[in-house]
């Protein structure tokens, strides 16, 4: 079945670090790719989004471009604040249908420090 | 301010004594969606729900009832809560003809003892 695979954390930077948060996916037909970001005591928030491949979705400085080549859409951010500290989940949607389910990766806890 | 709401943020309760976990949206959604968040394993579905009346098993639906009487609502019922449920839910919404993500609850803290 489709699934979603991202790095293990925590990932710990310093303030205006540049950020990787690697994510590869399995599935078939053409998922629709999400980022979700998870601040401590709250809800999922969706961060950025693409629907198809070589999409950039990307706000807030964040970046993530839909490689159907490699099955990745890694998170990126030029430089990170403290701000930023929050569990980072990847997910997925299968195109269609009943498979409106996201399916999510484990998540990724970032720590930025001052 | 379009939003999921879910009640209560944190319940503490023993084992047996069946609870519902409100849920309720304001954006006339289609789809409702429960996942509960547990720590290495994300979050997974427990069940979903198409429109008014339309309900179905997610990953994890063992333990769980919901129902869709209403468009805005879909309540979580434990019918026998065991410590295995013990976890972090989140009730979803989103518009089915839309490419855009869920929009999310707050979440509800429950732990069973």
């Known amino acids: 079945g489709d699934s979603v695979t991202q790095m293990e954390g925590p990932v710990t930077l310093s303030e205006e670090a540049f950020l990787t948060i690697n994510c590869t996916y399995t599935?078939?037909?053409?998922?629709?790719l999400f980022w979700y970001v998870q601040y401590p005591g709250e809800g999922l928030q969706l961060l950025l989004k693409?629907?198809?491949?070589?999409d950039k979705g990307s706000n807030k400085g964040f970046e993530a471009t839909y490689r159907k080549e490699t099955t990745s859409f890694h998170l990126e951010k030029g430089s990170v604040q403290v701000s930023d500290s929050a569990v980072y989940f990847c997910?997925?949607?299968?195109?269609?249908?009943?498979?409106?389910?996201?399916?999510f990766g484990t998540g990724t806890l970032l720590a930025v420090q001052p | 301010e379009a939003q999921v709401t879910q009640n209560p943020r944190y319940l503490i309760t023993v084992t047996g004594k069946k609870l519902t976990v409100t849920c309720s949206q304001n954006?006339?959604?289609?789809?409702m969606s429960w996942y509960r968040q547990d720590p290495g394993l994300g979050l997974r579905q427990i069940y979903y729900?198409?429109?008014?009346?339309?309900?179905d098993k997610g990953d994890v639906p063992e333990g769980y009832k919901v129902s869709r009487k209403e468009k805005r609502n879909f309540p979580l019922i434990l019918e026998s809560p065991s410590p295995n449920q013990t976890s972090l839910y989140f009730c979803?919404?989103?518009?089915?003809?839309?490419?855009?993500?869920?929009?999310f609850g707050s979440g509800t803290r429950l732990t069973v003892v």
């Open positions: 693409a629907t198809k491949a070589d």
């Open positions: 997910a997925l949607r299968g195109p269609g249908g009943a498979t409106n389910k996201l399916i």
């Open positions: 979803a919404s989103r518009q089915l003809a839309s490419n855009y993500g869920y929009t």
């Open positions: 729900s198409m429109n008014v009346e339309v309900t």
């Open positions: 599935a078939t037909g053409y998922p629709s």
């Open positions: 954006m006339n959604h289609e789809y």
